[in-house]
């Protein structure tokens, strides 16, 4: 495609049915209790069903439909050198040391990496950081003036590893302001500037995504800032982690839930792109008195990862974007048919397309093997399927409705070329050049400096990762 950032399927809107390409087929091994519970929750399915986002637009619609707000700021500095005014413990650049074995590519230099991250930083922030509302910084998601907790957690992150304390404190602000209504230390999932504030929409509870990158976010925090200033970044992330546990979790399976809105059913559900490793291990650590619960959410994880890998995805370590346990055993399988979103929740599609970078964290950072065999799998199977052409990376494939590793599309997207970049960092010596070829493609080899919200967003994090810059808190 010659316009990446459009492809056809992002052109629909939520509320009608995401049509793709393919059939149907490839059965499980195992039955599966997949009856559909969330359409049966009626209010709760109406505000679940494009719940990760709206389609994200085009970044050049986005800024248009801004009014040209976030030039303006930028060309204040409003967002640059005031932004990074605060010392940080550990600021941008802030390389660390992976786990032997782990590449990073050869065809660039160290400070031409931290360059580029830097670069995508001050073009990410100009193009999608507002605040109208006067509530605090949020990040645009789409062609309207909306964002969803998924995108402000991303921003928390990025912003917090960058050491942009301006822009952080403006985030929590934000965060804080819009509350879910079951729980009041976790972010309403939509809002949307309506009467010159921003309003929740679509119903004021949680998404897991957002709610585990938001205290991730203020635990980096606490490591750059402290927590004896206006912010007590400790104490703020622990209210979310505690928060998360009692509503996002399941704590008779230890998974995750999609939302703390997930009840009966849908509460044997899971999302595998909420499968933030390395996160989890983090939690562990700085809250130390539920050290047990979080090590037993990775547990399952791992268990749920390799059941996948040794029942269906054996040849391509391919994950689906939802799950649901099974009605015999204590397993999960890729959900049939629409769950959430569309007719390919059970493959590997515009959730799952983030399993390959958060998947690969926990090895890369922490050095954990459980995951390794599947992981190293994916990252040989895809360098064969597209002969290390990063481009040839498709934005679709089966693992539940087809033949598993088969594209239903025939495009790429920049939000499944980039995290193949940090599971390629797995691949060792044979995949050095696949790993060279991805950081040259997604660095405006093959995809510009504005793409749209959600590849640009996961592009920028996964070049923090690839650089070595993805340090732990």
């Known amino acids: 495609m010659t316009i990446r950032s459009i492809p056809a399927r992002w052109l629909l809107t939520a509320t009608l049915p995401l049509l793709m390409l393919g059939g149907c087929g490839g059965s499980s091994p195992d039955d599966e209790s997949d009856t559909g519970s969330a359409q049966a929750q009626g209010a709760a399915v109406g505000t679940r069903s494009m719940h990760r986002r ?122 804080k302001a819009h509350p879910s209504v079951n729980a009041a230390h976790l972010m309403a999932w939509k809002q949307t500037l309506s009467g010159g504030t921003m309003k929740n929409v679509e119903g004021a509870d949680s998404a897991t995504d957002g709610d585990l990158d938001i205290a991730y976010g203020l635990l980096l925090a606490d490591v750059q800032w402290g927590s004896t200033g206006t912010i007590n970044y400790k104490s703020e992330a622990l209210a979310v982690l505690h928060d998360v546990l009692a509503h996002d979790v399941n704590q008779t399976t230890w998974t995750l839930k999609p939302g703390d809105w997930a009840s009966g059913s849908d509460a044997n559900h899971t999302r595998p792109s909420d499968f933030m490793t390395s996160h989890f291990l983090a939690f562990a650590k700085a809250d130390s008195a539920n050290a047990t619960k979080w090590n037993n ?34 397993n999960f399988l890729p959900v049939s048919g629409t769950y ?31 995951m390794l065999a599947p992981l190293q799998k994916q990252a040989a199977w895809i360098r064969s399927a597209t002969g290390s052409v990063p481009t040839k990376v498709r934005a679709g494939y089966y693992v539940k409705n087809g033949t598993n590793g088969r594209a239903y599309v025939s495009y790429d997207d920049l939000a499944f070329t980039a995290p193949m970049a940090v599971n390629a960092m797995l691949g060792g010596g044979s995949g050095q050049t696949w790993l060279n070829n991805l950081w040259t493609s997604i660095n405006g080899g093959d995809y510009g400096s504005t793409v749209d919200y959600y590849g640009d967003t996961i592009r920028l994090q996964v070049m923090l990762t690839v650089s070595g810059n993805w340090w732990t808190p």
């Open 340 to 370: 959430l979103e569309s007719s390919h929740d059970g493959d590997f599609d515009y959730n799952a397309c983030r399993t390959p970078w958060r998947l690969s964290m926990s090895y890369i950072v922490n050095g954990r093997t459980d």
């Open 54 to 175: 709206t389609e994200p637009g085009n970044a050049a619609a986005i800024a248009e439909a801004d009014g040209g707000q976030a030039t303006a700021l930028h060309a204040t500095g409003q967002w640059d050198a005031q932004a990074l005014a605060t010392a940080a413990a550990r600021p941008f650049p802030h390389h660390v040391t992976y786990t032997s074995g782990v590449i990073k590519p050869s065809n660039v230099s160290q400070s031409a990496m931290d360059s580029a991250v830097q670069s995508r930083y001050a073009s990410w922030k100009s193009t999608y950081l507002r605040t109208s509302g006067g509530q605090g910084t949020w990040v645009k998601y789409d062609d309207t003036s909306s964002t969803v907790s998924e995108a402000h957690g991303y921003g928390m992150v990025i912003s917090a590893y960058m050491g942009d304390k301006t822009t952080f404190d403006a985030m929590v602000k934000y965060f």
């Open 297 to 330: 959410i990775y547990d399952k994880v791992s268990s749920i990862v390799n059941y996948q890998f040794t029942h269906g995805s054996g040849n391509t370590g391919l994950m689906p974007d939802f799950m649901v346990k099974s009605s015999s055993s204590s």
